[in-house]
């Protein structure tokens, strides 16, 4: 089998990125286990043997998908300069979360990426790696002085802070995944309270 083809080049990109969103809805349908390269491809509408071209193995998509999600988060983060810009990022994720937006990691997969990392170190590694860098950069946004766009907190108060972000951010994602058919109006406002209680000084 030959090595899998170098990033760069546009059209590599576009080929990744077509694999990695046929993987991502694979794994959401079928689980981890059940979806197997051959369906990946299948989905993908292209040959099992190109695909190798790109990645060699379903752990190496998996972890693309990983590394693809800590870029967004981090991008995420990097956009925040306000509370009100927290509470809008916040919301319009779960809103695409319920509506399963392909532009966003669906909470599904996210489900059985955490299961998937129970039995495989190497994916269970870059998860925690990824979760550490996002806490690591929402914990120094909320250090940041107020002047350069961050909130100022000491960084005892920021850590807990940032704790509480992430349990509620996860408990988001439970949620849109299990009730994707509830009204996201309401959430908004109980967004926008949490977030104005959590950033308050």
Known sequence: MSAPAARGTPRAEAQRERILCAAQQCFIDHGFHAASMASIAATAQ????LMYRYFASKNAIVLAIVERQLQEGRAQVARLHTSADLSAAIFDTYAKWQARDPSVVSPALLLEMSAEATRDPQIAAALSQSDERIFADLQSWMVRDRVHGGLGLPSD?????????????????M????QPERDPEPMRQVIASFVERLLTP
């Not at 292209?46 to 043997?49: D, F, H, L, Q, Y």
């Open 46 to 49: 292209m040959s099992a043997g």
């Open 157 to 173: 108060t920021a850590a807990r802070r940032t704790f509480l972000l992430e349990c509620f951010i996860n408990g988001l994602a």
């Open 175 to 178: 949620s849109a995944a299990r």
